[in-house]
């Protein structure tokens, strides 16, 4: 990871402290990897796949979870199964449209291969449109690269920006991308961390909003050119969320913690516009759900103590967005289009006019 992030930049981004790596990981057990494709024959192509491992042993060893469909225009396979079971028991995926498929055969296969005791595999993979900068009718993304990104998932430092799924995503019709963060907060009933990723490819530039600074009309095309992307009636734009917390959660408050996403995305500028499909999931770890056991014991936080937990969450989701766009880089793709990276001396220049720059003591909300 070359490329700064917010914090790396002096802005700073709500009031709870962040986990050691202001990434989802924090989330102990929670690995992620990425499988990138960059490629200028026989077709342009700017895709990948994004694989998120909520825990070891998640084959037999489930975290209980719960989605939101903030805006419904997009896919997360496996949703259904989730609002029956509340379980989730697989690596979830994240690609362009048309590889659902590829993405979600190579998380079944991956389990055939390695003789998962489950009866039937039913795994979560979510998509964004990438069709702007990526030939995507060519179907480039095949199930052995889906597989490399279930293969490369590790812990630690998560790369931001152009890579795995985000590879072609534009977020304000700046660049966009994989970007992720996390929160500490302090409940009556303890101490807990929520991590946000999002693979982020959605917006107009004039809505961007950062730490409550108009950054979008103050850098609009004039100053930074769009390619024709904003122009577009209705651009087919989108943003998956995954929240992820070692709060002991049942399904349905994780369903309520994945709803508060919609504040995080809200904050930097999304409205949920009717091309948009705003699908955001969260899964517990504190819980196990061990197969085939028969019955589990579980914790649970009392709903008066899950506010700063949303708190997190929203912030986490709205820093999250922020690094993919200061991490992503510029990238020229598909007929030849260009799409510009948010740069960060105009942006700093920005904050800085509404005192909310690095140097005023004021970079946060």
């Known amino acids: 990871m070359t490329r700064p992030r917010l914090r790396d930049l002096g802005i700073v981004i709500g009031r709870h402290p962040t986990g050691p790596l202001n990434a989802i990981t924090d989330i102990e057990g929670v690995r992620i990897g990425h499988a990138t494709l960059v490629r200028e024959s026989p077709t342009v192509v700017r895709t990948g796949v994004t694989a998120i491992w909520p825990r070891d042993g998640i084959w037999d060893d489930y975290c209980f979870a719960g989605f939101h469909s903030f805006n419904g225009f997009g896919e997360m396979t496996g949703t259904i199964w989730l609002a029956e079971q509340g379980l989730l028991g697989a690596p979830i995926g994240l690609t362009n449209t048309y590889a659902i498929g590829a993405a979600h055969e190579a998380i079944c296969r991956y389990a055939v291969d390695r003789g998962i005791p489950q009866a039937f595999h039913l795994p979560v993979v979510a ?182 937990l949303f708190e997190g969450a929203a912030e986490a989701t709205e820093e999250a967005i922020l690094n993919a766009l200061v991490a992503a880089e510029t990238m020229t793709g598909y007929k030849g289009r260009v799409v510009h990276a948010l740069p960060h001396d105009l942006l700093l220049e920005t904050m800085a006019r509404y005192g909310r720059g690095p140097d005023t003591g004021r970079a946060g909300r």
């Open 127 to 308: 998509e964004t449109w990438d069709g702007w900068l990526s030939d995507a009718e060519t179907f480039p993304v095949t199930v052995d690269l889906a597989r490399e990104a279930i293969d490369a998932a590790k812990p630690g430092p998560v790369a931001e920006g152009n890579v795995g799924g985000g590879t072609g995503m534009i977020t304000h019709e700046f660049k966009g991308g994989i970007g992720t963060a996390s929160r500490e907060v302090e409940t009556p009933a303890g101490r807990y961390r929520v991590g946000a990723l999002v693979q982020s490819n959605y917006g107009r530039r004039y809505s961007l909003t950062v730490a409550g600074v108009p950054v979008g009309e103050a850098i609009g095309p004039d100053k930074v050119p769009s390619d024709g992307f904003g122009a577009q009636a209705d651009p087919k734009s989108s943003i998956i969320v995954v929240l992820a917390t070692d709060a002991p959660l049942l399904p349905i408050q994780c369903q309520r913690l994945a709803r508060r996403a919609t504040v995080g995305l809200a904050r930097a500028g999304g409205i949920g516009n009717n091309g948009s499909g705003d699908i955001f999931l969260a899964f517990s770890t504190a819980n196990h759900v061990r197969q085939p056991e028969t019955a589990s014991e579980v914790r649970t936080l009392q709903p008066d103590a899950m506010t700063e």
